[in-house]
């Protein structure tokens, strides 16, 4: 923020107008200009946010930390598409831990029938080839 004052009085010694604000916020400093893809935020902005970035966590000349709202870590947003999102991941979790063929016999009858499955549509598509060739079609 102390650099963005300096750049506002340089402006305003410089300016012939007396209106900093137009000779300063016409073109960003080359070192600070934005790289790539122009963006719909204006530069001004963009320095703002910038100071705003760079003041927080950092000790000021007597010392002094300024504290904000935000913390280490980003807070979930509070909207239902988000709820939706944890409540579905949470399902997904518990289905996960729920045991399945705890027993020894359970997993050996699993096994059983998934193979009878497969058994099934083995021969479900040897029929199906088999009708292919008699019509000629494959």
């Given at each position: 923020?102390?650099?963005?004052?300096?750049?506002?009085?340089?402006?305003?010694?410089?300016?012939?107008?007396?209106?900093?604000?137009?000779?300063?916020?016409?073109?960003?400093?080359?070192?600070?200009?934005?790289?790539?893809?122009?963006?719909?935020?204006?530069?001004?902005?963009?320095?703002?946010?910038?100071?705003?970035?760079?003041?927080?966590?950092?000790?000021?000349?007597?010392?002094w930390v300024?504290?904000?709202?935000?913390?280490?870590?980003?807070?979930?947003?509070?909207?239902?598409?988000?709820?939706?999102?944890?409540?579905?991941?949470?399902?997904?979790?518990r289905a996960?831990?729920?045991?399945?063929?705890?027993?020894?016999?359970?997993?050996?009858?699993s096994k059983?029938?998934?193979?009878?499955?497969?058994?099934?549509?083995?021969?479900?598509?040897?029929?199906?080839?088999?009708?292919?060739?008699?019509?000629?079609?494959?």
């Amino acid at each position: 923020m102390a650099r963005f004052l300096l750049q506002l009085i340089g402006a305003m010694r410089r300016s012939k107008t007396g209106s900093a604000s137009e000779e300063l916020f016409r073109h960003p400093p080359p070192s600070e200009a934005p790289q790539g893809r122009p963006s719909t935020i204006s530069p001004v902005w963009l320095w703002e946010a910038k100071a705003k970035e760079e003041e927080e966590g950092v000790p000021d000349e007597e010392g002094w930390v300024k504290v904000t709202r935000r913390g280490r870590r980003p807070v979930l947003p509070r909207t239902e598409a988000a709820s939706l999102r944890v409540l579905e991941r949470e399902r997904r979790k518990r289905a996960r831990k729920e045991l399945l063929n705890f027993y020894a016999w359970q997993h050996r009858e699993s096994k059983m029938e998934h193979l009878a499955q497969l058994r099934k549509k083995f021969q479900e598509d040897k029929q199906k080839i088999e009708l292919g060739w008699a019509q000629r079609k494959f």
